[in-house]
């Protein structure tokens, strides 16, 4: 006979219902018994199987069903809670002001962002004085135009035949300013297209010419030098640099104009 | 629409399915059909209440038996409630107590295993209809009420004897009972 722990074991197995596959277990096992052991186990079985039998006969009112079914009818049921939350209007204007600040984080941190250009400056001091220099130098040293004309189209054609690497405008800087006539020249290193003005006694100088062979950069400021080392008898040289309207850092022109003596003008860019 | 809705569909399965098991184990219970359907109502209304939560790890069977035996075990402190607050009115007014009910006019109005079982002590009874009508082995039994095995099979023992007794059979020495020392 087996001790406390295999009549525990056997007592659990003994109120198992009938079709259990351990229970069939426990029918081969009490086969192998003495007699009264066998007759004590089977007496506990048949306990057991009357005791499923008469406490399951229990008659269930007909209607019963049918009255559990209508409780979902008559009783709201307890919403979860996303759906408690969906439910409730104020609970929508949070949600939707949860998703317009997710978006905006979202937009603010993946969004591609316009890098902002930096400020335009005006150019480097000692670039713009190089640019002057070359401007004056020339007006000093030119003795005559190389294209007498006011006809505008007839002086950029003349131009344009020179293939300068620079687009040509030959339009006037003011419009009180009258076309004298035109040209091509040397200026630092590159190739350069002046056109001279005239306007109440004065002259003016506008060089055409690629800034890139000057490391002008593709955009800044008006500037204005004044490129006192080079003028003469107390004359200076007001020369105005500003970007060209060209493609970007194509070219870059200069406005050479003394408003003080007409004299030098008359003298020297005749 | 309730055939849109996958809740009501549910439920209305779990009725179909365990309301009569249920209303067995609350009838058993309980010992009045009026309290075992009360009990049943409110077993299913906390469930339809509560449907979306059922995580019960016995699934859905398990759980409302759960729930039947929470209701059954408020319904008992509301009938204790009541029942000292009757007996203190009933002495302030000074009426002489009520007669008792004889055990043959009980066994009169009810079936004689319902007879029997209202001689169990709650525990004890509770225990025998988790296993003989909830279906539940005695390990499961066990892990539900978070008793030892050993105190589940006591039990067990305990209202076989008894049963026996209430029910005029011959008492046969249970082999479970036999040795000593077994936790209760």
Redesign the interface.
């Known amino acids: 006979m087996t001790g406390w722990n295999g009549e525990s074991e056997l007592a659990e197995l003994a109120h198992l219902p009938v079709g259990h596959p351990a229970r069939t277990e426990l029918v081969t096992r009490i086969g192998r018994m003495d007699p009264i052991g066998q007759e004590r186990w089977r007496r506990m079985l048949r306990e057991t199987d009357l005791l499923y039998q008469q406490l399951g006969e229990v008659e269930i009112p007909i209607e019963l069903e049918e009255r559990l079914l209508q409780i979902p009818a008559t009783r709201p049921r307890r919403q979860g809670g996303l759906e408690r939350m969906l439910t409730r209007p104020m609970a929508w204007t949070a949600l939707a002001a949860c998703l317009l600040i997710a978006v905006g984080i979202l937009a603010y941190l993946e969004w591609p962002r316009t890098v902002a250009p930096p400020p335009l400056a005006t150019l480097d001091p000692v670039l713009a004085e190089k640019i002057a220099a070359l401007a004056v130098q020339h007006c000093q040293g030119q003795a005559s135009l190389e294209i007498s004309s006011s006809d505008a189209g007839k002086v950029r054609a003349v131009l344009a035949s020179e293939h300068l690497p620079v687009s040509v405008t030959v339009s006037p800087p003011r419009e009180t300013l009258m076309l004298r006539g035109g040209g091509t020249c040397e200026f630092g290193p590159a190739r350069a297209a002046y056109t001279s003005w005239q306007a109440a006694g004065l002259n003016f100088t506008l060089f055409q010419f690629n800034g890139a062979s000057l490391c002008v950069p593709e955009k800044f400021l008006t500037t204005t030098a004044i490129p006192a080392a080079l003028g003469a008898k107390g004359i200076h040289y007001h020369v105005v640099i500003w970007p060209g309207h060209g493609q970007e850092g194509d070219w870059a022109m200069v406005l050479e104009n003394d408003a003080a003596l007409s004299a030098f003008m008359a003298r020297n860019c005749r | 629409m ?1 055939e849109a809705d996958p ?2 569909a549910k ?2 399965q779990w ?2 399915i365990y ?2 098991a249920l ?2 184990y609350a ?2 219970l309980a010992g009045k ?1 009026h309290i075992a ?1 009360d009990l ?2 409110e077993t ?2 906390e469930a ?6 059922q995580t019960h790890a016995q699934g859905a069977r398990g759980w409302l038996f759960q729930i039947l035996r929470r209701r059954y075990s408020h319904f008992l402190r509301d009938t204790r409630s009541q029942r000292q607050t009757r007996s203190l009115d009933q002495r302030q007014d000074d009426h002489p107590p009520a007669a008792l009910p004889l055990p043959l006019q009980r066994l009169a109005d009810q079936d004689a ?1 319902q007879a029997a079982l209202a001689l169990l002590n709650p525990s004890i009874r509770q225990t ?2 988790m ?3 909830e ?1 539940l ?3 499961e039994t066990a892990a539900t009420l978070q008793i030892p ?2 105190t589940v ?1 006591s039990r ?2 305990s209202a ?1 004897r008894s ?2 007794q209430a029910l005029g059979e011959a008492a ?5 009972s ?2 000593k ?2 936790r209760i």
């Open positions: 309730a809740h009501r439920y209305e009725v179909r309301a009569p209303y067995r009838y058993r059909r359907e049943l109502q299913f209304v339809w209440r509560s449907i979306e939560r295993m025998l209809l296993v003989f009508v279906g082995t005695c390990r095995i050993g099979l067990l023992d076989r049963l026996r046969p020495s249970s082999p479970a036999k040795p020392g077994a």
